[in-house]
């Protein structure tokens, strides 16, 4: 593509994906479509009652476990179909399976949280498994619409989602090598920056009508509102969950003297967004707030890179 080109580090660390000199964005570019269509559904995931519970500080340790179950029958059935799909001529330039790819790493994140035989221990829940069959069907039936599913995930991932990796290692006492955290780490990519410039050119340069494009972003409403469903039933099983209840006693936005900057969420979200400034408030958020630091990890980790893409 003439808007970027790819690069290989001299230490090995990885490919550089560097932005092209034109970098002037168009309302109609698909990028920028998609932001604006789902600003609305964005605003209403992040009002959920999951999520505002996790703001008040109150978590159950095995809802970390089942979210990481979810999120990898999600990202399984996404890459199946990708993989089914990687030459078409609406996915071919999006194709980015050795940095991009989730699903090994959330394998080996379940075996070190279920053990060798995590297989047997997990199963795909009914929210969950209506996201997947929604992701067969598209890549099945109509492949142009995964790219709203690989764009809003992935994306994701490497906003939002990083903010938060080191935040859930901490919370957790998880090694510092990394295990029960690979989802997040993309050995693949050198700057997350430069490659979600890259990403968003390329889809730019898709060949695109804007009925495609109005499809699409019905199709990533569509995305959000299953993460939706997949909160709201883990708050279900939350309810049941009766041991292991961490409790911060951290309250939302209104107990934090009507500074919004000092609500942890909101500083992932800034940070998210580029804003360094905020790194050092999400540092000071967490010191203060030990156990809320679990608060933002897997689904809710999913969520602020959900919405981090729509910032960017």
């Known amino acids: ?24 964005l168009s309302p109609e570019d698909l990028s920028e479509v998609l932001a604006a269509g789902t600003k609305e559904v964005h605003e209403k995931a992040e009002n959920t009652q999951f999520v505002k519970d996790f703001l008040r500080g109150r978590i159950r340790k095995e809802l970390f476990k089942l979210g990481a179950v979810a999120l990898y029958y999600t990202y399984t059935a996404m890459e199946e179909e990708i993989e089914r799909n990687k030459d078409h001529p609406h996915f071919a330039p999006l194709y980015f399976p050795t940095e991009l790819h989730r699903h090994e790493a959330l394998a080996r994140d379940l075996e070190y949280f279920y053990g060798p035989d995590w297989q047997s221990q997990v199963s795909c829940s009914q929210a969950t498994q209506r996201y997947v069959d929604r992701i067969h069907q598209v890549g099945q039936e109509d492949p142009v619409l995964l790219v709203a599913h690989a764009y809003t995930r992935y994306m994701g991932d490497l906003s939002g989602g990083q903010v938060l990796k080191k935040v859930a290692q901490r919370a957790m006492k998880l090694p510092a090598t990394g295990e029960g955290l690979e989802f997040y780490q993309f050995d693949g990519i050198n700057s997350a920056k430069a490659f979600k410039q890259l990403y968003r050119s390329r889809m730019n340069e898709l060949e695109l009508d804007m009925e495609i494009k109005t499809r699409l972003v019905e199709e990533a409403v569509k995305a959000f509102q299953f993460n939706m469903e997949v909160f709201e039933e883990l708050e279900e099983i939350g309810k049941n969950i009766q041991e292991d209840v961490l409790d911060a006693g951290m309250s939302v936005h209104g107990a934090v003297g009507g500074d919004v900057s000092k609500c942890p969420y909101y500083t992932a979200k800034m940070a998210a967004s580029g804003w360094t400034a905020y790194g050092s408030q999400l540092a000071m958020a967490v010191l203060r707030h030990p156990t809320g630091q679990v608060l933002f990890a897997t689904w809710f980790a999913a969520l602020a890179g959900l919405a981090a893409w729509y910032l960017m």
């Open 1 to 24: 593509m003439s808007a970027e080109k790819m690069e290989t580090t001299a230490n090995g660390a990885g490919p550089v994906y560097e932005g092209g000199k034109d970098n002037t």
